[in-house]
């Protein structure tokens, strides 16, 4: 119901977008979150859109990380600018009923995730 895709091998300071096709729950009654989870270390919460739009960022991509939506497109981006090397994780994007960065246990999909590799 969610598939993330988009990721690749990236220079340091390079930029990416990465997309979420969301299908078989409505876009417009979920917030959409965007996760990421490094080898050995726990998912982390770095942004999400709410069904109003209103967005949040964590505070280690604020500022570089923009999340937004075509809901015509049911696909919901996060354009990632200045990337570092500690940016490298698989990626994830997940449906909730409200929007939170802060853990991923309010989500209750989740699609596959797209590697992002930030490296020279």
């Known amino acids: 119901q969610l598939q993330a895709f988009g990721g690749g091998l990236v220079q340091p300071g390079g930029s990416l977008r990465l997309s979420c096709a969301v299908s078989?729950?409505?876009?417009?009654?979920?917030?959409i979150g965007w996760f990421r989870q490094a080898p050995g270390k726990e998912r982390e919460g770095l942004s999400c859109?709410?069904?109003?739009?209103?967005?949040h960022y964590s505070d280690s991509v604020k500022g570089r990380f923009a999340v937004s939506e075509d809901n015509a497109k049911s696909t919901v981006y996060l354009q990632m600018n200045s990337l570092k090397p500690e940016d490298t994780a698989v990626y994830y994007c997940?449906?909730?009923?409200?929007?939170?960065?802060?853990?991923?246990?309010?989500?209750?999909?989740w699609g596959q995730g797209t590697q992002v590799t930030v490296s020279s």
């Open positions: 859109i709410g069904v109003s739009g209103a967005t």
């Open positions: 997940g449906g909730a009923l409200f929007c939170s960065t802060s853990s991923p246990s309010g989500y209750n999909y």
């Open positions: 078989g729950i409505g876009i417009g009654h979920y917030a």
